[in-house]
T-cell receptor, first 116, second 114 residues
Framework: GAGVSQSPSNKVTEKGKDVELRCDPISGHTALYWYRQSLGQGLEFLIY????????KSGLPSDRFSAERTGGSVSTLTIQRTQQEDSAVYLCASSLAGGRVYNEQFFGPGTRLTVL | QKEVEQNSGPLSVPEGAIASLNCTYSDRGSQSFFWYRQYSGKSPELIMSIYSNGDKEDGRFTAQLNKASQYVSLLIRDSQPSDSATYLCAVIPSRGGSQGNLIFGKGTKLSVKP
């Protein structure tokens, strides 16, 4: 079946502009995660959605970052007033049910964000 | 103390040899451990998950978990040049954070020489 899809694959923006990144999880997966990967920081968790519950935003680095998930499926990560330090690859992952055990997460291809 | 630690490498092995990748973690209560493979410019790909002490084999891959020593490893038998990639160890913490976010090590770069 289809895996996690993300769009766009690449995004170049100017400092101060807003950007939206999209994730479409594997069909039937109720848990959705956003991570980002940068050279200096490795892979870090940003936000987690489980079904229709309120998201866990504990990993968001600042209030410029927000995300929503519509209908328990597609998610959009929004970065307002982008800064150069936001340049990274933004990765979305989904899993069947989330939780701390047996939670195999499958990643999408990522969106490479470059802030000039 | 870093939560998940890996030797950054590079680890270089000849084709056909066994590659051994190691990872230690700090959260003694963690119950879920994963190995991801990441080719340059690509996203992480799940190759093994392990939840119980001991070995778990899948084809040429064997994951080993020792919760008492807080140690998880990945063995790749009959290494091929196509195995050349960065291998990421990931752990789900037992507390804090979200319900199930992964904590990643920095990864070990493996190079298999023909």
């Amino acid at each position: 079946g289809a895996g996690v899809s993300q769009s766009p694959s690449n995004k170049v923006t100017e400092k101060g502009k807003d950007v939206e990144l999209r994730c479409d999880p594997i069909s039937g997966h109720t848990a959705l995660y956003w991570y980002r990967q940068s050279l200096g920081q490795g892979l870090e968790f940003l936000i987690y959605f489980q079904g229709n519950s309120a998201p866990d935003k504990s990993g968001l680095p600042s209030d410029r970052f927000s995300a929503e998930r519509t209908g328990g499926s597609v998610s959009t990560l929004t970065i307002q007033r982008t800064q150069q330090e936001d340049s990274a690859v933004y990765l979305c992952a989904s899993s069947l049910a989330g939780g701390r055990v047996y939670n195999e997460q499958f990643f999408g291809p990522g969106t490479r964000l470059t802030v000039l | 103390q870093k939560e998940v630690e890996q030797n950054s490498g590079p680890l270089s092995v000849p084709e056909g040899a066994i590659a051994s990748l190691n990872c230690t973690y700090s959260d003694r209560g963690s119950q879920s451990f994963f190995w991801y493979r990441q080719y340059s410019g690509k996203s992480p790909e799940l190759i093994m998950s392990i939840y119980s002490n001991g070995d778990k084999e899948d084809g040429r891959f064997t994951a080993q978990l020792n919760k008492a020593s807080q140690y998880v490893s990945l063995l790749i038998r009959d290494s091929q040049p196509s195995d050349s990639a960065t291998y990421l160890c990931a752990v789900i913490p037992s507390r804090g954070g979200s319900q199930g976010n992964l904590i990643f090590g920095k990864g070990t770069k493996l190079s298999v020489k023909p």
